[in-house]
């Protein structure tokens, strides 16, 4: 162990020169559009005192909100001469419980601790030891690498333009993502609810037997008091928000082999009640309130990837979505309009990804929906390519065949209809959407490996 200057034995000295330091060159500074420190975070903490429960403010060096991961962790931070032991990881375990935090840091001039807080019990996820706390960038690096590894992603699927095939990308990417283990939320912010009512969470059969004008307006009337995604949108600042009062587990679950992959679909169902109305009036940023709900609820304890629907229109229910997603996919038809249409969302996701710093509206790819063997298909992908500048190639196609819809009118994601049916068609399109979702896996590694984002 390196000889040290006893500066290093001032709590406040480590903190200074090596935790705020690190925390700084991994990306999360003291205060930004992005990031977020509280120091000297006080966190209440049940103790029985002459045999009452009382409740006693302790305080942890900080709690960093990371909104560009949506993930939130404590820092506990030791000094050379009192490092770490196991009284700092009992009174982390402590800290975590009562704080509702997944992840805790231990750090010391010597040695950082990461420690996740699960099931009741704090176990320790990595380590790693500091062979000089003077040079900080490794350390920075390694940690930057740990939260890339823990992080939700998040990804809208919008495009200005009605009936392209959203709806339609949303549900069969979650489930090719929950088929392959991941734990997926599927948000829709579209009042007319399809993504809803595919994945089963809007009573969609009561409403397609609905024998009267009457029964129907009955079972809408039933989702007036339900909470979904306006009132998550309005409720986060409150301090008993519960996320997952607003949740509803698929019924596709069910058809997922829980046995061998613990993948799954949540949703946070939309209806009609999903407008700008609906945020009138609340407190907070107007269209960046989606954003801070997530963060807000802590599911990235929960969720590996959350999948947005957005409708066609650009209203501030829309652009909430944008500015919550890490991610975006742009679907299209291969029509000229289309590409203008492209060009407008191009230009707003800029501005997103301006004003969040890179951490935000990052394009994934545009998407070709509902492909055929025409020429005028084959000379709108070639306009796309060339004169569109600035982002990425064109993603796996998605051809057209009827059995896509077949497949919708049955709420079943492609895949699984083509398992029930037999049909072949619905078999080559299903292998399409699972290409496509490895395909955007690999883009999403790729950028998260070059731009450390
Ligand atoms: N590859 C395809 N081949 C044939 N039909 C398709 C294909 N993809 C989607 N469809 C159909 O096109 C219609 C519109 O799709 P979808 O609802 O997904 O579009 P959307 O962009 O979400 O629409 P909206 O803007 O109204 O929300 C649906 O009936 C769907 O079944
Ligand atoms: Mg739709």
């Known amino acids: 162990m390196p000889q040290l200057s006893l500066n290093w034995n001032n709590e406040a000295y480590v903190s200074l020169h090596l935790v705020q330091t690190m925390l700084q060159i991994a990306g999360l500074p003291a205060q930004s559009n992005y990031s977020h420190w509280i120091p000297e975070f006080k966190i209440k903490v049940p103790k029985y005192k002459n045999g009452l429960l009382i409740e006693i403010d302790k305080e942890v060096d900080f709690l960093i909100e990371d909104y560009s991961r949506y993930i939130n962790f404590l820092v506990e931070v030791k000094p050379a001469n009192n490092r770490i032991n196991d009284a700092a990881r009992f009174q982390l375990e402590h800290y975590l419980r009562y704080s509702h935090t997944r992840l805790g840091v231990l750090i010391d001039p010597f040695l950082m601790e990461i420690h996740e807080y699960k099931k009741g019990y704090l176990s320790l996820k990595c380590k790693y030891h500091i062979e000089n706390p003077h040079d900080v960038r490794p350390v920075a690096n390694f940690f930057r690498e740990f939260l890339e590894s823990v992080r939700m992603r998040t990804i809208a699927i919008h495009t200005s333009k009605g009936g392209v095939g959203k709806t339609t990308l949303v549900i069969n990417i979650a489930y090719e993502l929950a088929k392959q283990g991941y734990k997926v939320l599927v948000i829709d912010l579209d009042d007319q609810a399809n993504a809803s009512l595919s994945l089963g969470v809007n009573n969609a059969d009561d409403?397609?037997?609905?024998?009267?004008?009457?029964?129907?307006?009955?079972?809408?009337?039933?989702?007036?008091?339900r909470k979904e995604v306006s009132e998550f949108m309005r409720d986060y600042v409150r301090d008993d928000f519960d996320y997952t009062s607003y949740i509803q587990p698929s019924p596709l679950n069910h058809l997922l082999n829980m046995d061998v992959c613990n993948g799954r679909i949540d949703v946070l169902p939309s209806s009609y009640k999903t407008t700008d109305y609906a945020l009138a009036g609340a407190i907070g940023n107007r269209v960046k309130r989606l954003n801070n709900a997530i963060q807000k609820s802590k599911m990235a304890n929960t969720y590996d990837y959350v999948i947005i629907d957005t409708p066609p229109s650009a209203t501030d229910i829309t652009i909430n979505g944008l500015y919550a997603a890490q991610y975006i996919i742009i679907p299209s038809q291969m029509e000229y309009l289309s590409t203008y249409g492209i060009r407008a969302i191009i230009k707003r996701l800029k501005e997103v990804y301006e004003e969040m710093d890179g951490k935000r509206g990052i394009i994934l790819g545009v998407v070709p929906m509902m492909t055929e063997k025409t020429k005028l298909n084959t000379t709108i992908k070639k306009l796309l390519e060339t004169t569109i500048k600035n982002i990425p190639p064109l993603l796996t196609e998605i051809k057209r065949a009827t059995s896509v819809g077949q497949a919708s009118h049955e709420r079943l994601p492609v895949?699984?209809?083509?398992?029930?049916?037999?049909?072949?068609?619905?078999g080559s399109i299903a292998k399409q959407f699972s290409k496509l979702t490895q395909e955007l896996i690999a883009r999403m590694n790729q950028i998260e490996f070059t731009t450390g984002k």
């Open 415 to 426: 895949s699984v209809f083509a398992e029930n049916s037999g049909n072949s068609a619905a």
């Open 207 to 225: 409403l397609d037997n609905a024998s009267s004008p009457e029964e129907f307006e009955q079972i809408l009337n039933e989702f007036e008091y």
